[in-house]
């Protein structure tokens, strides 16, 4: 006897259907792609370049197109195959970008990452609109790719963004995410994009290699501009991948406001072997200087991270104590 599946249940079990596999899974079965659009399309990772489309999830499925009327397919296991197509190379990047998002009204995606020009918005089928968690433009300015994602995802738990093509930092998408990236390159214009105005609390900064008065602009802000107490920059290059360099110039630099470590400051992953110090900002609060290793462990990266003093979280203690006393001998 055959197990009939009704409409409402089989859309719950397509919706939640792994990205890649759900693909595979619509494109063979004519009834399915009828609905198919109709239904929240859920999505972990979602790379779209200016000739390649990749969905990534449990599994995987990827298309890149040639100039010679080829499309490669890759699977997650990194099978692959090859077609070939009898139209242009923009008119069947469109229709396979078409086919794949297009005509959908909900699509939620973790991670979304831009690569290519502004010239990859062209591929993206009418009305096209992502509401995501986390956004990357590796190129090109990221204001060109904004369009594609739905208001309602602001602000972004986090954005990574490249300064090519980038006139400012003055953005309400950038000023409000969680945790932002920027990464410089060796055309990027440092002292128009004001990196040491940035107020978001959590920010890394990538170099090819780290400039000396960009670190140092941002010590003296923070000691003029309170930041709030857990406050973190790290910086990090793509070249040396070290920064024990970087943190003994800062030393010398700043040999006139540095203070002694204190063990109660040592922090998780801290490279001991590096100078480390900190500068006090008020009585309440400083900025620890350090170097940590890298989440992948195959570099380091300098941190700024703004901390209560100690001194001032046992005065506020003690306070609290006696003000205890006072009202129990009351």
Request: aromatic share 12%.
């Amino acid at each position: 006897m055959h197990i009939v599946i009704s409409y409402p249940a089989l859309r719950s079990v397509i919706e939640f259907l792994d990205a890649a596999k759900r693909q595979h899974f619509t494109a063979r079965c004519p009834s399915l792609r009828l609905v198919d659009r109709t239904i929240p399309l859920h999505v972990e990772n979602l790379n779209i370049g200016e000739f390649y489309l990749e969905i990534i999830g449990k599994s995987q499925f990827s298309a890149q197109f040639f100039i010679n009327q080829q499309v490669s397919f890759r699977d997650k296991n990194n099978g692959r195959r090859t077609a070939r197509f009898d139209m242009e190379q923009k008119e069947a990047i469109k229709k396979f970008y078409d086919f794949c998002l297009g005509g959908r009204s909900e699509i939620y995606v973790n991670h979304v990452s831009f690569g290519g020009s502004s010239l990859t918005m062209g591929n993206l089928p009418a009305n096209f609109s992502l509401t995501v968690n986390k956004f990357l433009a590796s190129h090109g300015n990221f204001e060109s790719f904004l369009p594609a994602i739905n208001p309602i995802s602001y602000p972004l738990y986090s954005v990574e963004i490249s300064t090519t093509d980038v006139l400012s930092l003055n953005h309400p998408v950038l000023h409000t995410a969680q945790n932002l990236t920027i990464i410089t390159n060796q055309d990027t214009d440092h002292e128009h994009l004001l990196i040491d105005k940035i107020r978001n609390k959590n920010v890394s900064i990538g170099y090819e290699f780290i400039i000396l008065v960009d670190l140092l602009e941002i010590i003296e802000d923070w000691m003029f501009c309170k930041r709030e107490i857990g406050t973190t920059f790290t910086f990090f290059e793509d070249f040396r991948n070290d920064v024990s360099r970087t943190l003994n110039q800062l030393y010398e630099e700043l040999h006139d406001c540095r203070k002694e470590w204190k063990e109660e400051d040592n922090q998780e992953h801290m490279i001991r072997e590096y100078r480390h110090f900190f500068i006090k900002i008020d009585e309440a609060s400083k900025i620890l200087v350090y170097g940590e290793k890298t989440q992948e462990g195959t570099g380091s990266r300098v941190v700024f991270k703004v901390v209560a003093m100690t001194d001032a979280v046992e005065d506020v203690e003690m306070e609290a104590d006696n003000m205890e006393v006072d009202y129990m001998e009351e």
